[in-house]
């Protein structure tokens, strides 16, 4: 494929002093967005950007996903919508963690909408847009199920008899599905369908309910408008089956010393991994202070089939060796040729059969989590169309 590749953007780390180097294709980000939509039955597919657009850079996947033709950004924070304003000027921007005490002017400021989940939340944007002399928009979250954010069902089902909804524009009524994922889980459909009850008592108001795996739901609560996350970024929202999405992240990391140890030696903290025979160990300049998580240890002896953390070199899968530490991750690379690698040569530890669901899954946690846990300190080279 071919595509122009723009490495260490304003502020970025070069690339030669840095212990990774982060792939982020914006082309294939584009692709994903596209696919989703159209697999959303009609419905508008907006973009989730939290999480400084799941470790990719808002200021980078924004404009790309806004050329792609995406018009609704969701945020978590007010902070986060700032930015994506600033990358998109012309998209509708919703802040999903609702609205602090006092903020309500600064969403106005920024042309930002606040996601109102409870009462009160709501009886204070009325009073500010009363104090305005203006309706400005806002989304109303109604809880279906999660028990985390959101008016209750029932509270839900009384919106259209609550005065203060005259006072400012409902442009969106939304919720959350708690395991889309898990195709088969009766819980969707009693989620569609309280849904849908609270939707028909307010005729005109736009609905939205699917993430990333509830587009693909046999349901198809795609409503008028879809809120995709994971699965732009290259996640599987489809768990058991093959991924339809395009990979967009890829990590390298550089070996900073090749060392042989003998048997019996133990490598890394608390000699938790111990060496039986001569093993040879690739010391990589990466940690959990990137962001790669600690969870990924590997904890008992060369040899055992351990769930744990894995590099490829040239394509071969190489374990982890010890406890991941703050900057560095011993590998056990024995079985690569002795010539066939080198000090400051770099290997792959996200790409190719180590994607984000199954880096995940080897360190006992979420694709979610590689992926909003990318550090700070690796070298980025965004590939595609840049803003």
């Known amino acids: 494929m071919t595509r122009t590749e723009q490495t260490n953007p304003a502020g970025g780390i070069p690339q030669g002093m840095a212990g990774g180097l982060l792939h982020i294709d914006l082309s294939a980000l584009a692709s994903n967005w596209r696919r989703l939509r159209d697999n959303a039955g009609g419905a508008e597919a907006a973009a989730v950007v939290k999480a400084d657009a799941y470790g990719t850079g808002i200021d980078q996947a924004v404009p790309a996903l806004a050329r792609a033709g995406c018009r609704t950004f969701f945020v978590a924070h007010l902070s986060e919508a700032i930015r994506v304003r600033s990358a998109a000027p012309d998209a509708t921007i919703y802040v999903l963690n609702g609205l602090f005490p006092g903020t309500s002017s600064a ?25 305005q002399g203006r309706k400005h928009a806002a989304a109303i979250h109604v809880d279906t199920g999660m028990n985390r954010l959101g008016l209750t069902v029932a509270q839900g089902m009384t919106l259209k008899e609550r005065g203060e909804l005259k006072d400012f524009d409902t442009a969106l009524l939304m919720s959350h599905f708690v395991s889309a ?12 369908e309280a849904f849908g009850a ?55 990391a550089r070996i900073v010393q090749l060392r042989w140890v003998e048997e019996d030696d133990t490598v890394g903290y608390n000699a938790r991994w111990l060496s039986l025979g001569r093993r040879r160990i690739a010391t990589l300049s990466v940690g959990y202070a990137d962001g790669y998580p600690r969870s990924a240890s590997a904890r008992g002896k060369s040899g055992e089939a351990l769930l744990a953390g894995q590099v490829l070199v040239a394509g071969r899968p190489c374990p982890f060796a010890g406890n991941v530490s703050m900057d560095l991750i011993t590998v056990d690379v024995t079985d690569i040729p002795e010539n066939g690698i080198r000090r400051g040569d770099t290997v792959t530890m996200i790409g190719g059969s180590l994607t984000i669901d199954e880096v995940g899954r080897r360190a006992g946690t979420i694709g979610y989590e590689i992926l909003t846990n990318l550090g700070r300190r690796y070298a980025r080279a965004y590939a595609g169309k840049q803003a």
């Open 107 to 131: 969403y106005v400021e920024h042309d930002v909408r606040p996601v109102l989940g409870s009462f009160e939340e709501i009886d204070e944007w009325a009073a500010f847009c009363r104090s």
């Open 198 to 252: 609270v939707r028909e008592t307010l005729p005109g108001v736009r609905a939205s309910l699917a993430n990333s795996s509830g587009i693909f739901l046999k349901e198809k609560p795609h409503f008028d408008l879809v809120r995709p996350g994971y699965a732009l970024y290259g996640g599987n929202p489809l768990p058991d089956q093959d991924n339809p999405m395009s990979p967009v992240v890829g990590l390298e």
């Open 181 to 192: 994922e898990e195709s088969g889980n009766p819980l969707n459909l009693r989620q569609v």
